[in-house]
Structure formats: structure tokens, C-alpha cells
């Protein structure tokens, strides 16, 4: 089983409509993730949570939301989604609390999301 | 500002050739370098990383990554490259002393592998 899983894997909905993309991890990480991936512009950061009650915003968070249900459990919501948030969706782990922390990202295999 | 060139989007090499991708990096602070490799319908894997010491640092799958801090580098090669490895290829940087743990990715290069 994967470390870090995401559901659903591929979702299509229609314009308005309210999403929510889950991801639970068993690594036992502190942080997580949402990263949102479209062609040509590489992977941006949507979301950031160090902790169940520590949540920050990335550089294109207008138009989501996330909660941090737990410490393994990492959702994010479109609450009215519209096209252009088309895209392929990765949450990601690291463990900042071990020894010899790099930043490394642990990634789930991704939510493809299409809004028509 | 912060940010991460990868300056070819596809490259197409030979079964076998040897292969060099090309990562540039703007960072303010001493960073941490990655290479990340997404093959289709998988999520992202790591390749190599580089936070200190020898610039030249050893991944999975045969790569090898070189920190050039005067160039402002951190180029992804392999000496013979296997039809297995056509995938995207991403760099990214992340600070290196702060605790901030966000990445700065590219944006990614495609390689075919011809046959």
C-alpha cells in the first residue's frame, strides 16, 4: 500500500460544484502538503501544514481551502470550481521532526481534477 | 525572487546515449537541490538531493546530479540512458537553513527515449 494516498484518482464535475480531494499518509509526518500540477508550469504550491493547528497559505491558494483533520489526514476543497482549476493535484509529506531533515517531499500519485 | 529554470521542455534522446538535463536555480539562502522523476500516472519520485558536501552526488537508477554554486546549478545526467526512463523530470530547490520545508519546482522536462 501506498504511504501516501490520495482519493479520489481522477474526479470530473461540472462548474460550481463543491470538491473535496483527500489525502492520508502513514509515515508518521508532521507536514503535508497540496501541490497543484499543469503542464509547462511545473508543481505550485496550493497549501502548507506543519501541524494540526499550524496551516499556511502557498502562492496560489484563492479559490481553495484545506483542513488538517488529524495528523495524518490532509484534505483540500474547491468550495465552487471552476475550469481553470483543471489540473493535476499531488499531496506530499516530510518529516521535519527526525534528524538530518532536507525537505524532502514524499508525494501520494496524484488527484486528476477536471472541471467542466 | 526565488526560482527554478528548466530551460529545455522536451528532449528526445537515443536508447543508450547519454543524457544531461539542465536545472538553474535563483535562491537567496544556501539551498537544498533536488531532481524528482514523474513517470505517467505516478506521482513523483526522488532521484538525487544535494544539501552539502561533495558536489557531485549519486541517485537511483544510475543518475548523477553536479552542484555548480558559481553557475547556478544542479544538471541531471546519465551515462547510458534505458527506454525506461522516459518520464518527466523535475528540479527543485527548498531552503536550506530555514525550516519553511516548501519547495520551488521547475517546469519539468519531458524526455522521450528512442528506440
Known amino acids: 500500500d501506498a504511504d501516501v494516498t490520495q482519493t479520489p484518482r481522477n474526479r470530473i464535475t461540472k462548474t460550481g460544484k463543491r470538491i473535496m480531494l483527500e489525502c492520508s499518509q502513514t509515515?508518521?509526518?508532521?507536514?503535508m502538503y497540496w501541490y497543484r500540477q499543469d503542464p509547462g508550469l511545473g508543481l505550485r504550491l496550493i497549501y502548507y501544514?506543519?501541524?494540526?493547528?499550524?496551516?499556511n497559505k502557498g502562492e496560489i491558494s484563492d479559490g481553495y481551502s484545506v483542513s488538517r483533520q488529524a495528523q495524518a489526514k490532509f484534505s483540500l476543497s474547491l468550495e465552487s470550481a471552476i475550469p481553470n482549476q483543471t489540473a493535476l493535484y499531488f499531496c506530499?509529506?516530510?518529516?521535519?521532526?527526525?534528524?538530518?531533515?532536507?525537505?524532502?517531499?514524499?508525494f501520494g500519485e496524484g488527484s486528476r481534477l477536471t472541471v467542466l | 525572487a526565488q526560482s527554478v529554470t528548466q530551460p529545455d521542455i522536451h528532449i528526445t534522446v537515443s536508447e543508450g546515449a547519454s543524457l544531461e538535463l539542465r536545472c538553474n536555480y535563483s535562491y537567496g539562502a544556501t539551498p537544498y537541490l533536488f531532481w524528482y522523476v514523474q513517470s505517467p500516472g505516478q506521482g513523483l519520485q526522488l532521484l538525487l538531493k544535494y544539501f552539502s558536501g561533495d558536489t557531485l552526488v549519486q541517485g537511483i537508477k544510475g543518475f548523477e546530479a553536479e552542484f555548480k554554486r558559481s553557475q547556478s546549478s544542479f544538471n541531471l545526467r546519465k551515462p547510458s540512458v534505458h527506454w525506461s526512463d522516459a518520464a518527466e523530470y523535475f528540479c527543485a530547490v527548498g531552503p536550506g537553513s530555514s525550516n519553511t520545508g516548501k519547495l520551488i519546482f521547475g517546469q519539468g522536462t519531458t524526455l522521450q527515449v528512442k528506440p
Open positions: 506530499a509529506t516530510s518529516d521535519f521532526r527526525g534528524t538530518g531533515y532536507t525537505g524532502e517531499l514524499f
Open positions: 509515515k508518521g509526518h508532521d507536514r
Open positions: 501544514s506543519f501541524d494540526v493547528k499550524d496551516i
